[in-house]
């Protein structure tokens, strides 16, 4: 798929619709962000991987803000240290005036998640942390040509991000995942690129966080990922209290692949470490004059925390599939997998109470 508008999945470009993109300098960085959903709600933060950007978070966007949470999706700044990264986040934070938040990261944005909890302990009430990792070791080995990485031309950078995203066949709804976020790294420019992989480059490991294992949720794929296994047990092995959603499958980006089930784990997790949702602020309009008027204001920054959803979205293919059942495990079980409503009452009662507010917001 390439890049643009017209060859976008239908849900996306109604996406773009609704929700507007943010694009603002806080001192050398530009941030680009959606934020979108109540602002009384503590937000969930979506950092992405070296491949991703703002938008490939679209799918958490639109599920979780319609049912009252905020969320804010960002690409990585281009930062090229993580000491820079964190005091850019910082600034990114102060300047949307949010204090409390909730970071889900993918890959890389997992990692950089755990160093601003690591260095910002109060800021960060919890972590989402999906095919993740805790070091970079592994990736600065495999990478003797960093120092030159900025010099090195985009369209080799581009070629050694696209490599470590498997080849196929996949299976559709997986297939779309990959051919949507090779696209996004279409629109990546050469400094973006050199950025995010001197990030990975530098050889650097999270220490000890003062967050407590049980506000931290590991969501991994058991298919396959770029993400090396033992890397991701290494993390495992380091949050032994941490609650464990497993996918069967998914691939590299189960947020596009597999967004019902990634979407139930987040608002599974938001409701454990005590995030209350307002569906009650989310706004609605009855007829499509009300798309018109309520589309524009989305070019207007004041209306960024309404949730102006005037109809369901399209359909999509994956949005029919049937999914394996998912799978969720606390730390001290992570090695035994089960489903996750048989042997842990409070998930099972949880996720009994999400399925029963979709079903009452459905009917009313």
């Not at 279409?186 to 490991?205: G, N, P, V, Y």
């Amino acid at each position: 798929m390439k890049g643009g508008v017209s060859s976008a999945p239908g849900d996306f470009v109604y996406f773009k619709s609704q929700v507007p993109l943010h694009k603002i300098p806080i001192g050398t960085k530009q941030w680009r962000y959606y934020d979108f959903g109540p602002k009384v709600v503590p937000p969930l933060i979506c950092i992405p991987g070296i491949a991703g950007t703002a938008d490939v978070y679209y799918k958490q966007v639109m599920s979780l803000s319609m049912k009252g949470y905020r969320v804010i999706s960002i690409d990585i700044p281009r930062v090229w240290n993580h000491h820079e990264w964190i005091q850019a986040f910082e600034k990114f934070l102060d300047a949307i005036d949010v204090h409390h938040i909730h970071l889900y990261g993918t890959a890389l944005g997992g990692f950089l998640a755990q160093l601003f909890a690591q260095h910002r302990p109060r800021r960060v009430r919890s972590l989402v942390l999906s095919n993740s990792f805790m070091n970079t070791q592994n990736f600065a080995a495999a990478m003797p040509w960093a120092p030159v990485v900025s010099w090195t031309p985009s369209f080799l950078l581009k070629r050694y991000v696209l490599t470590g995203i498997r080849d196929g066949p996949h299976e559709p709804f997986i297939a779309d995942s990959v051919d949507f976020v090779v696209a996004q790294v279409e629109t990546l420019s050469k400094e973006d690129l050199a950025s995010r992989l001197t990030l990975i480059a530098d050889a650097a490991s999270v220490e000890s966080l003062l967050l407590s294992d049980s506000f931290i949720t590991i969501m991994d794929t058991n298919d396959y990922c770029a993400t090396p296994q033992h890397l991701k047990d290494q993390l495992g092995e380091r949050y032994p209290g941490a609650r464990r959603a497993y996918l069967k499958s998914g691939g590299d980006f189960p947020f596009l692949s597999r967004p019902d089930e990634v979407n139930l784990h987040l608002q599974l997790h938001l409701r454990r470490v005590g995030v209350e949702a307002h569906p009650d602020l989310v706004r609605g309009a009855k007829n499509a004059s009300d798309v018109s008027s309520t589309s524009n204001e989305g070019n207007d920054p004041s209306h960024s925390s309404s949730v102006p959803i005037q109809a369901s979205p399209p359909v999509t293919s994956a949005e029919n599939n049937q999914h394996p059942p998912i799978q969720e495990t606390t730390g001290a079980n992570s090695g035994e997998q089960h489903n996750s409503g048989e042997n842990d009452p409070d998930t099972d009662k949880a996720k009994s109470q999400v399925l029963q507010g979709e079903s009452d917001s459905d009917s009313s």
